[in-house]
């Protein structure tokens, strides 16, 4: 017997939990909405219209807290994952009988790490907007690294310099030693430097030249005129990063702060970010495209260019054209990078095909091939005759056929009587019977072959 689903919506803390149910499955549509930014990418992808903008203006304007950034129509959605498959910060998952589904083609760029090269340094954590990457650095301190064997650190003499142009603000050198500090700061466009300044402090300074030695881009410079007797062992740099893949949205910005090039990084999109309403930017009045972007890429500038968008590491999600009140800026998108599940579902195909939305490719309804192709053989063999002749059913004697016909014609004519027949309708059968029988008689039939 069929069954209609049914389709609830639950909502605890910051997640909303879409249902459709049916006895034998249970399917889970899950939206957080810490996770989510109000980008376009699940609005342009969904082929039902279910998804639209929720309350993103109000949201980048400071108005509004915890409000959910797009609305989804859970009379319209028909659960086919192609939200989870476009949001780069996974604002969605799905689950089928409370189990999640990971088997969804995903819009995801790449990154890789070098490790040969990776020092590691603090440089690609303190930059990176979506706290993705963590970094384990080991390095020695001075004071294990530097042994006097006669006389103190205090009476060495010579003199340091750090140029502050080079400087990259990698943080080797103040895990190193205390006579160096960095002033850090969070990082903002269009330098993204993590620290406003750096500074020795000289009456702690020995002149070991080790900072220098450690420095990736020779930022540092020391000549020691006089030092009492000492030891200086090589300083050993371990350690490595990790990146969150949850968080990492493939902006790039490591890739372009790695003072060794030791992280590669392709964007998930191609693009570009227009501003075609210019005079109604009030980038002082408002700041909701420099609020809403997720890898604070938007800064103002003076002058009558009013704002800019570093699109080197813009990774074209929408969030700052949904954000504008004015519709100031325009979003396109040219081409995708996917990442396909190792195993290939039924689905793989269509989905792929539905994400061709997201960079202006319209869809056919209908598509060239099936979605999930199969050839079907079949195999028609024609019936063999029997080996040998079937044996029949039933036989009768002559004698018996004989005497069958007899009967049937002495009833043919017991029925032809109208009294007869009355009382055969009637179920007086007795009359009926002897007057067959007398018939029977008169055809010649012996009692035993009544």
């Given at each position: 017997?069929?069954?209609?689903?049914?389709?609830?919506?639950?909502?605890?803390?910051?997640?909303?939990?879409?249902?459709?149910?049916?006895?034998?499955?249970?399917?889970h549509?899950?939206?957080?909405?810490?996770?989510?930014?109000?980008?376009?990418?699940?609005?342009?992808?969904?082929p039902?219209?279910a998804?639209?903008?929720?309350?993103?203006?109000?949201?980048?304007?400071?108005?509004?807290?915890?409000?959910?950034?797009?609305?989804?129509?859970?009379?319209?959605?028909?659960?086919?994952?192609?939200c989870?498959?476009?949001?780069?910060?996974?604002?969605?998952?799905?689950?089928?009988?409370?189990?999640?589904?990971?088997?969804?083609?995903?819009?995801?760029?790449?990154?890789q790490?070098?490790?040969?090269?990776?020092?590691?340094?603090?440089?690609?954590?303190k930059?990176?907007?979506?706290?993705?990457?963590?970094?384990?650095?080991?390095?020695?301190?001075?004071?294990?690294?530097?042994?006097?064997?006669?006389?103190?650190?205090?009476?060495?003499?010579?003199?340091?310099?750090?140029?502050?142009?080079?400087?990259?603000?990698?943080?080797?050198?103040?895990?190193l030693?205390?006579?160096?500090?960095?002033?850090?700061?969070q990082?903002?466009?269009?330098?993204?430097?993590?620290?406003?300044?750096?500074?020795?402090?000289?009456?702690?300074?020995?002149?070991?030249?080790?900072?220098?030695?450690?420095?990736?881009?020779?930022?540092?410079?020391?000549?020691c005129f006089?030092?009492?007797?000492?030891?200086?062992?090589?300083?050993?740099?371990?350690?490595?990063?990790?990146?969150?893949?949850?968080?990492?949205?493939?902006?790039?910005?490591?890739?372009?702060?790695?003072?060794?090039?030791?992280?590669?990084?392709?964007?998930?999109?191609?693009?570009?970010?227009?501003?075609?309403?210019?005079?109604?930017?009030?980038?002082?009045?408002?700041?909701?495209?420099?609020?809403?972007?997720?890898?604070?890429?938007?800064?103002?500038?003076?002058?009558?260019e009013?704002?800019?968008?570093?699109?080197?590491?813009?990774?074209?999600?929408?969030?700052?054209?949904?954000?504008?009140?004015?519709?100031?800026?325009?979003?396109?998108?040219?081409?995708?990078?996917?990442?396909?599940?190792?195993?290939?579902?039924?689905?793989?195909?269509?989905?792929?095909?539905?994400?061709?939305?997201?960079?202006?490719?319209?869809?056919?309804?209908?598509?060239e091939?099936p979605?999930y192709?199969?050839?079907?053989?079949?195999?028609?063999?024609?019936?063999?005759?029997?080996?040998?002749?079937?044996?029949?059913?039933?036989?009768i004697?002559?004698?018996?056929?004989?005497?069958?016909?007899?009967?049937?014609?002495?009833?043919?004519?017991?029925?032809?009587?109208?009294?007869?027949r009355?009382?055969?309708?009637?179920?007086?059968?007795?009359?009926?019977?002897?007057?067959a029988?007398?018939?029977?008689?008169?055809?010649?039939?012996?009692?035993?072959?009544?």
């Open positions: 017997m069929a069954e209609t689903p049914e389709k609830v919506m639950e909502v605890e803390d910051s997640t909303i939990d879409y249902v459709w149910k049916t006895s034998p499955l249970a399917k549509l899950r939206y957080s909405l810490e996770n989510c930014v109000g980008c376009s990418l699940c609005m342009e992808v969904c039902w219209n998804v639209s903008k929720g309350f993103v203006v109000e949201v980048a304007a400071g108005r509004l807290e915890g409000a959910p950034l797009i609305n989804l129509e859970l009379e319209k959605c028909t659960f086919c994952g192609l989870v498959a476009a949001c780069l910060f996974k604002a969605f998952n799905m689950a089928l009988n409370g189990e999640t589904l990971g088997d969804f083609v995903e819009v995801a760029g790449f990154h790490v070098d490790e040969e090269k990776c020092l590691p340094c603090l440089l690609c954590e930059v990176c907007p979506r706290e993705a990457i963590k970094v384990e650095v080991k390095l020695p301190r001075k004071e294990e690294l530097v042994v006097y064997l006669e006389g103190k650190p205090e009476e060495a003499e010579g003199k340091i310099s750090i140029d502050e142009e080079k400087c990259v603000y990698c943080g080797l050198c103040e895990i030693c205390d006579a160096i500090e960095i002033f850090w700061e990082p903002s466009p269009p330098s993204f430097k993590p620290a406003i300044g750096i500074r020795v402090k000289e009456d702690q300074c020995d002149y070991c030249e080790l900072c220098a030695e450690i420095c990736p881009v020779e930022a540092i410079k020391v000549e006089k030092t009492p007797e000492r030891k200086i062992s090589k300083p050993k740099l371990e350690g490595g990063i990790s990146v969150d893949e949850e968080k990492c949205v493939y902006c790039g910005l490591c890739s372009w702060v790695c003072p060794v090039e030791a992280i590669k990084v392709e964007k998930p999109f191609e693009g570009k970010v227009e501003i075609v309403r210019l005079e109604k930017c009030d980038p002082i009045g408002c700041k909701n495209c420099f609020n809403i972007c997720p890898v604070n890429v938007i800064y103002p500038v003076k002058g009558s009013k704002i800019r968008v570093l699109e080197d590491f813009c990774i074209f999600c929408g969030a700052c054209e949904n954000a504008c009140p004015e519709d100031v800026l325009k979003v396109e998108r040219f081409k995708l990078k996917v990442r396909e599940p190792e195993v290939e579902m039924p689905w793989t195909k269509s989905q792929k095909r539905q994400l061709l939305r997201l960079v202006g490719v319209e869809v056919e309804a209908i598509p091939e979605v192709p199969r050839k079907v053989t079949l195999k028609i063999e024609p019936p063999q005759p029997p080996s040998e002749e079937a044996p029949p059913e039933w036989s004697s002559e004698e018996a056929e004989r005497s069958l016909h007899v009967k049937a014609a002495a009833l043919t004519s017991a029925l032809q009587d109208k009294t007869l009355i009382a055969f309708e009637l179920g007086r059968l007795e009359k009926f019977l002897d007057k029988k007398s018939l029977e008689g008169k055809q010649g039939l012996q009692p035993s072959q009544r």
